[in-house]
């Protein structure tokens, strides 16, 4: 970007996988990057940080579960008293608990609908008064294939990721006036630690859905996170980016 | 003028970068001071945060003017 100053970029579930890519691509630019990691131990967010350092940035982590709504608006309070500003939030921390909509607890789905969505609307909320005093900002929300196509075993999942399609529309709509863009991008099959836990057999399933034949790695899904980000994507707001291989068209 | 008042008219200056002499009592934020519906908000919001008060949504609606907005905090904090 054209702006003296390193912008300032807050990124969930930043201390691994799609969010640790995204981390490194803004870390290119030199951003300030503050993540936010909800891991049992602090071994993935520890390593990124270091990569981070290596790369020369300023760069922070903080353990924090985005379905608390109290706990955000503190972690962002924080934030704003230090940086002053936040330019980019990208909304990517998400988790699964697949199961057949038939054996699904009701504990699996609201843990799954409470952080993938209802975090996304807490983080949302904490930033978006200071932004719209900036009259400027950039969103990105993760959402997924799935949240467009259904798949067996994610009920749970593939609605909370349909609603963030909803509510990345909305916002966008929202804050188009202030100069603010929201968009959302949609990864198919991504080689994570989320996909590492499935069994050859529905990977070789997917991998037969998806016309470039292989998964897709981190940094293809954070290359387009970071071009919604960028000035090149200036007049693009609302939309969802599909990133997977023509997996879904 | 009264400290209510003051600060009022400061927040609306603020909030919608109009000048001091525009923001009369009679002034509709809407039509007058061309706020939008996100104005309409932040303005209600920056009036709870200043006075320590709650505008429900419901009341937020009736408060269409400068002179609307000085009556409802009056009240409020009364």
């Given at each position: 970007?054209?702006?003296?100053?390193?912008r300032?970029?807050?990124?969930?579930?930043?201390?691994?996988?799609?969010?640790?890519?995204?981390?490194?691509?803004?870390?290119?630019?030199?951003?300030?990057i503050?993540?936010?990691?909800?891991?049992?131990?602090?071994?993935?967010?520890?390593?990124?940080?270091?990569?981070?350092?290596?790369?020369?940035?300023?760069?922070?982590?903080?353990?924090?579960?985005?379905?608390?709504?109290?706990d955000?608006?503190?972690?962002?309070?924080?934030?704003?008293?230090?940086?002053?500003?936040?330019?980019?939030?990208?909304?990517?921390?998400?988790?699964?608990?697949?199961?057949?909509l038939?054996?699904?607890?009701?504990?699996?789905?609201?843990?799954?609908?409470?952080?993938?969505?209802?975090?996304?609307?807490?983080?949302?909320?904490?930033?978006?008064r200071?932004?719209?005093?900036?009259?400027?900002?950039?969103?990105?929300?993760?959402?997924?294939?799935?949240?467009?196509?259904?798949?067996?075993?994610?009920?749970?999942?593939?609605?909370?990721?349909?609603?963030?399609?909803?509510?990345?529309?909305?916002?966008?709509?929202?804050?188009?006036?202030?100069?603010?863009?929201?968009?959302?991008?949609?990864?198919?099959?991504?080689?994570?630690?989320?996909?590492?836990?499935?069994?050859?057999?529905?990977k070789d399933?997917?991998?037969?859905?998806?016309?470039?034949?292989?998964?897709?790695?981190?940094?293809?899904?954070?290359?387009?996170?970071?071009?919604?980000?960028?000035?090149?994507?200036?007049?693009?707001?609302?939309?969802?980016?599909?990133?997977?291989?023509?997996?879904?068209? | 003028?009264?400290?209510?008042?003051?600060?009022?008219?400061?927040?609306?200056?603020?909030?919608?970068?109009?000048?001091?002499?525009?923001?009369?009592?009679?002034?509709?934020?809407?039509?007058?001071?061309?706020?939008?519906?996100?104005?309409?908000?932040?303005?209600?919001m920056?009036?709870?945060?200043?006075?320590?008060?709650?505008?429900?949504?419901?009341?937020?609606?009736?408060?269409?003017?400068?002179?609307?907005?000085?009556?409802?905090?009056?009240?409020?904090?009364?």
């Amino acid at each position: 970007m054209e702006n003296s100053s390193p912008r300032v970029v807050v990124i969930t579930g930043g201390s691994k996988g799609i969010g640790r890519a995204v981390a490194y691509r803004f870390a290119e630019e030199k951003a300030k990057i503050v993540f936010a990691h909800y891991d049992a131990d602090d071994s993935d967010s520890q390593e990124t940080l270091k990569v981070l350092a290596g790369m020369g940035v300023e760069a922070e982590a903080h353990k924090i579960d985005v379905s608390l709504f109290q706990d955000v608006d503190l972690f962002f309070r924080e934030i704003f008293g230090k940086f002053e500003r936040v330019d980019v939030l990208v909304n990517n921390a998400g988790i699964t608990k697949d199961t057949l909509l038939m054996r699904m607890s009701e504990e699996d789905w609201d843990a799954v609908l409470d952080i993938n969505l209802k975090g996304v609307f807490n983080c949302t909320r904490a930033v978006v008064r200071p932004m719209i005093k900036e009259r400027a900002g950039r969103i990105v929300n993760i959402s997924s294939v799935v949240g467009q196509i259904g798949n067996p075993g994610q009920a749970n999942y593939s609605a909370s990721k349909a609603g963030v399609i909803a509510l990345t529309k909305t916002t966008a709509k929202e804050l188009a006036g202030r100069g603010i863009t929201v968009n959302g991008v949609a990864p198919g099959f991504v080689d994570t630690e989320m996909t590492a836990v499935l069994s050859d057999k529905v990977k070789d399933g997917f991998l037969a859905q998806i016309p470039l034949g292989r998964m897709g790695m981190p940094e293809e899904v954070a290359e387009a996170v970071y071009w919604l980000c960028s000035d090149a994507a200036s007049y693009i707001t609302g939309q969802i980016i599909h990133v997977n291989g023509g997996m879904y068209m | 003028m009264s400290d209510v008042e003051g600060k009022i008219k400061k927040i609306i200056c603020e909030q919608l970068d109009v000048p001091e002499e525009d923001v009369v009592p009679e002034a509709s934020f809407v039509d007058d001071l061309g706020a939008d519906s996100l104005d309409q908000v932040e303005l209600i919001m920056a009036m709870e945060e200043e006075f320590d008060v709650s505008i429900p949504d419901e009341d937020a609606e009736n408060i269409g003017t400068v002179q609307d907005a000085i009556d409802y905090v009056k009240k409020a904090v009364a």
